[in-house]
Each structure stands twice: as structure tokens, then as C-alpha cells.
């Protein structure tokens, strides 16, 4: 069995990503979803392992000393990071594993991995841009305002990104990025253990 891929989705604050992530995992059984691990407290109705691994600052610095994560970043005095073994295991048995992490995160897991396939989601122009994010109707005008500035600071990060995509419409943009995930099975590079298996095969066939 080839083993799965290693996804990182990222994108605009506001732009989709998190709907988007929970469409492909609903929608097909080949995805898994890296559930980080973060210091902060859990939010009403989040569940401990599924949402994130919610572990205390002493038990996360162990793990940065002990190298368990694959990345990790802090944001607004919280550490959140990624699972080495627990990505490692979902990709050992065949699936194509998303981490939907910030451009710190990402830029970290490609120098790592650089087999990853990275894509940033954006909404379709800065109009919508900026729409989507008074939509939302919680942030005063100055954080909005921050959010935009903050979305100019990605914009050279977004560029070494595999894939930019137009979030336009929630249905074809997850086909679409599915589709990107999928045709990346066919590269040789990842068709190496269905060769191996089909050699053998043939030299069980040779043989009788
Ligand atoms: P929240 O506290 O709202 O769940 O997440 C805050 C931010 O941390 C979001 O931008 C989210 O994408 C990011 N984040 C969540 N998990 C990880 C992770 O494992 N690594 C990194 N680098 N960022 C993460």
C-alpha cells in the first residue's frame, strides 16, 4: 500500500479553510484530520483528542524538547503544534492526512517534509475579503482592520504555497482542492510500493 500524503491547508483569516477541511473529511474516506496539541483551555463543547490534545505548558515543552512535534507555534500566548507520531500513523496506513495550521506551521512542516502538498485558500477578491470578515459581525472595526493588515503581511508566504486557490463557491472549491490532493497519487514518486507489490506479484505468478 503507497503511504498517504501530508496536507497543510492554510488560507486568509475568514476565507474558508476550516469549512472547507470539515467538507473533505466528511465527504471522503481517505482523509484524517491531524488533531494538534495546544495549551489552551477548551472551548464549550470541544473534546479532549478530537478537537485538540489539551495538554498542560510543562507537557508541551517536553515534547519540543524531546522533538515530538512535527511544528509548532505560539499564538496569543498559547503553544499549538502537530503530532509527529500521530501524523506518521495516519499516514502509515494509507491515509491523506490535513493539517490545518497557520503559514508559521506550514513554512516549517515543507522544510521538513518538502513532499507536502501546500495550499492556501483565499476568498475571490479583497472586497469579499474584507466582507467575510464583518460577516462574521463579533469584531470591532479595528480588529477587522488588523486582519486585513495581517492578510497583506501572508501575501508572501501565500506565494510558496504549491497551490493558491479561489475559494468562490464552498462545493467545486472542495472538489477542487480534492481533486489536487488526489491527482498527486499518480506522480511516480508516490506510486512506489504499488510497484514494489506488483513485482512481487509477478514474480509469484513466474514462479508457479
Ligand atoms: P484556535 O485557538 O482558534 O483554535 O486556533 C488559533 C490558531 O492556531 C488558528 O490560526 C489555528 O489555525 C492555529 N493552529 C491550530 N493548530 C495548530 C498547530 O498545530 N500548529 C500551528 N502552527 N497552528 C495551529
Given at each position: 500500500?503507497?503511504?498517504?500524503?501530508?496536507?497543510?491547508?492554510?488560507?486568509?483569516?475568514?476565507?474558508?479553510?476550516?469549512?472547507?477541511?470539515?467538507?473533505?473529511?466528511?465527504?471522503?474516506?481517505?482523509?484524517?484530520?491531524?488533531?494538534?496539541?495546544?495549551?489552551?483551555?477548551?472551548?464549550?463543547?470541544?473534546?479532549?483528542?478530537?478537537?485538540?490534545?489539551?495538554?498542560?505548558?510543562?507537557?508541551?515543552?517536553?515534547?519540543?524538547?524531546?522533538?515530538?512535534?512535527?511544528?509548532?507555534?505560539?499564538?496569543?500566548?498559547?503553544?499549538?503544534?502537530?503530532?509527529?507520531?500521530?501524523?506518521?500513523?495516519?499516514?502509515?496506513?494509507?491515509?491523506?492526512?490535513?493539517?490545518?495550521?497557520?503559514?508559521?506551521?506550514?513554512?516549517?512542516?515543507?522544510?521538513?517534509?518538502?513532499?507536502?502538498?501546500?495550499?492556501?485558500?483565499?476568498?475571490?477578491?479583497?472586497?469579499?475579503?474584507?466582507?467575510?470578515?464583518?460577516?462574521?459581525?463579533?469584531?470591532?472595526?479595528?480588529?477587522?482592520?488588523?486582519?486585513?493588515?495581517?492578510?497583506i503581511d501572508e501575501i508572501p508566504t501565500a506565494l510558496?504555497?504549491?497551490?493558491?486557490?479561489?475559494?468562490?463557491?464552498?462545493?467545486?472549491?472542495?472538489?477542487?482542492?480534492?481533486?489536487?490532493?488526489?491527482?498527486?497519487?499518480?506522480?511516480?514518486?508516490?506510486?512506489?510500493?504499488?510497484?514494489?507489490?506488483?513485482?512481487?506479484?509477478?514474480?509469484?505468478?513466474?514462479?508457479?
Amino acid at each position: 500500500m503507497n503511504k498517504g500524503l501530508l496536507i497543510v491547508i492554510s488560507g486568509f483569516s475568514g476565507a474558508g479553510k476550516s469549512v472547507i477541511t470539515k467538507k473533505l473529511l466528511r465527504e471522503y474516506e481517505h482523509y484524517a484530520y491531524s488533531v494538534s496539541a495546544t495549551t489552551r483551555n477548551p472551548r464549550a463543547g470541544e473534546v479532549d483528542g478530537k478537537d485538540y490534545f489539551f495538554i498542560t505548558k510543562e507537557e508541551f515543552e517536553r515534547k519540543i524538547e524531546n522533538g515530538e512535534l512535527l511544528e509548532h507555534n505560539n499564538y496569543v500566548g498559547n503553544y499549538y503544534g502537530t503530532l509527529k507520531s500521530y501524523v506518521e500513523d495516519k499516514l502509515a496506513e494509507g491515509k491523506d492526512v490535513i493539517l490545518e495550521i497557520d503559514v508559521n506551521g506550514g513554512r516549517q512542516v515543507k522544510a521538513s517534509y518538502p513532499d507536502t502538498i501546500s495550499i492556501f485558500v483565499t476568498a475571490p477578491n479583497a472586497s469579499e475579503q474584507s466582507q467575510r470578515l464583518r460577516g462574521r459581525g463579533t469584531e470591532s472595526e479595528d480588529v477587522i482592520r488588523a486582519r486585513l493588515t495581517k492578510v497583506i503581511d501572508e501575501i508572501p508566504t501565500a506565494l510558496t504555497y504549491d497551490y493558491i486557490v479561489v475559494n468562490d463557491d464552498l462545493e467545486k472549491t472542495t472538489e477542487r482542492i480534492n481533486r489536487i490532493i488526489q491527482d498527486q497519487h499518480l506522480r511516480s514518486c508516490n506510486q512506489k510500493a504499488f510497484l514494489e507489490e506488483f513485482e512481487k506479484d509477478i514474480k509469484t505468478i513466474l514462479d508457479k
